[in-house]
């Protein structure tokens, strides 16, 4: 078995391997993402204390919603990677690419806790959700075309299915930033709301269709 | 098999996924409560050094605390899981949202850390730890009721005991706030206990109920 | 199965579980180690940067040394937990505590990385790795003690080899703190060799042993 | 089982434990590189948020070469120990060695993103890499010499490939640091495209062997 050339052993083993790796990097993100949030100065607050910590509530809302979207893309990739069956060198560098923006998500959470009424700041951040949306959506596109990497017999419903999931995200999130014109506040509890949504449309979508059948 | 809808898969795939992932962030969230003990200045201490890290006692009391707490909820939810079947969107939603209560644990034990005198704030870190006991509570509810998610045989002593186990720690701390207004260390010394009467206490129950039997 | 009572299950689960959760702590501690070294501000170094780095010395030196001490005691641990067959409330605990300690490191090594020369903060370094120690063979002790929780047939060879590779450290870093009153670079430098010298002896004892049986 | 003497049991336990501990800290410094970027103040930045955020592009390269090194030597250990059957002692320790040196890229990337332009910086930071690849590749050197620890079949020609898709880095990363007196940012540029042809390069070579054979 070893004398299987290295290239050969990577293609079998990466989908396993690039999970773990995935789920290791996604708990740290989400914890880091706490680390954001700095305790303020309390010392002659007088009693003010819990005000003080409630003035907070841009970075808390931050930390929801960046755990959030963690959260849901964290499902989605190991949707997609159940549906994967090989990988080879272009799935394993668009992962790393996907990987290396989720690992990017605390810093513009703390960008954001910080500046929620900067109009540029919320831009930014609907684009780092747009970019991670896209290469999510690519690694599928890129692994379901043709059934390259997939299983042969996978009904071309499930391939639609799984496309639309991924491109609808950053749709939204490309409405959020025009929104954002108007009021950013309005803005990122959309970034907040689609994830759940995301997760929660699928399921009354799956149990309707299956009534149906 | 990769035919199943995604949304099937899901269902089955996510005990054991949600587990791993709590599995890293409680590890992570343990270790990064040491950050928020921050080395002193000790340049012109004059061999005081000793006494300067001895006056960090309520942040090392604080560490403690945090770790303990973490420790006991990673056996509480190990042991929810064991006894948790199926999984369904609802209870991966709360899974997700005691994880978020969790991976904030490093924020609140570095605010009382640094302010264990202030009343507000140890009743902010009760809130807190009232909160994820209420969440680990509803998880149990959620999956026991008409036995929806456990194994259709478990016994309702088991289920009654598990409900017990979980809304206990939550109604201690409820008093320890109440006492914050006479003593805010002996409240954070009842936050102390409690992890371990939690763990300590079902371990007698447990050894005298077989005897019985 | 899932009748059995939780307690029972804990019985069960505990070791493979707890070497889980150790595995995540010792590999987070380690990478930690490294935000106690600060990037200098080099503006206005005029082409010194480099000489400004290696004034970094007494932390690189601190990171060498406290990531040796938890690769040691990862695999000290991994060999215990090998030996252990049960799990009970009292050894759960007591790695509690040990994986507290462990996760301490990272401050402890940027306490002595930025005051190598205060002969106090060598001091409390010394204690913290005795501390380390002295849990690290009391779980041993009450584990192997009347083989409460190893093999019934592990020889009394093992078991006192095991004791005496736990006790020996200790009392080292013991000898290394009388030491700092006369030369704290030499304590460091005993902090940073017995690791070292813990695995590489026994390496040569078996080695012996073994050709003589 | 437990009779075997601890020793030997870590020489068969020791190639999957260490890859786990691998494959955490790989996964954990690999998400700590977003911590060396600061947010910066954007009071009073008028509307100019988005060119403040730009210019911290050094910043973002490191991240994104950092990423990439840590992601390719990642790859590069996997290949390795799926090569390597057995353990021992030197090798178990000059892993240990590899780790330390993977978990402070973080501190390099921090440093090289705040002094992109400091020539010394850019030196040191190669430094690094050469002793990341030179250590991979002592490595590779010790297990497969006389076959020590890999199988005894392995061809000679894949242990040939093996060292030298080790050593190139190590040199090119030379030239790169020579290059560093004439530009620093090409220098930055080349340790960022080495990892990626580090992996792409094998990928066509294999493909064109595999036509001829």
Redesign the interface.
């Known amino acids: 078995m ?2 299987e ?6 293609s079998s ?1 990466r989908t396993s ?1 690039i999970e ?2 995935s ?13 954001q ?1 700095e ?1 303020p100065d ?1 010392h002659g ?1 007088q ?1 003010e ?2 005000r003080l ?1 409630l003035k907070l509530w841009p970075k808390f809302l931050s ?2 919603v960046g ?2 979207v963690l ?1 849901v893309y ?2 989605g990739q ?2 997609q990677f ?2 994967i ?1 090989k990988a080879d ?1 272009p799935l ?2 668009l992962t ?1 690419f996907f ?2 923006l989720i ?2 998500i ?2 513009s959470a ?2 954001i806790g ?2 929620v009424h ?1 109009q ?2 919320v ?2 951040y609907g684009c780092h959700l747009i970019a991670i949306g896209l290469v999510h959506c690519a690694i599928w596109r890129y692994a379901s075309t043709n059934r390259r990497l ?2 042969v ?3 071309p419903e ?1 391939i639609r ?2 496309t639309l999931l991924a491109i609808i995200p950053p749709g939204i999130y490309l409405a959020a930033i025009a929104l954002s014109f108007l009021s950013t506040l309005a803005s990122v509890i959309i970034y907040a709301i689609v994830p759940a949504v995301y ?2 449309v ?2 009354f979508f ?1 149990r309707h269709r ?1 009534q149906r059948t």
């Open positions: 070893s004398q050339l290295p290239h050969e052993f990577l083993l391997r773990a790796l789920d290791g990097i996604f708990a740290i993100a989400m914890t880091l993402l706490i680390l949030i305790v309390l607050s009693g204390e819990l910590l930390y929801g755990f959030t959260g964290w499902m190991h949707i159940h549906l069956r060198q394993l560098w790393m990987l290396m690992a990017a605390p810093f703390k960008l910080g500046y900067f540029p700041i831009v930014f997939v299983e017999h996978l009904s499930i299915l799984q997760i929660v699928p399921h799956f299956r």
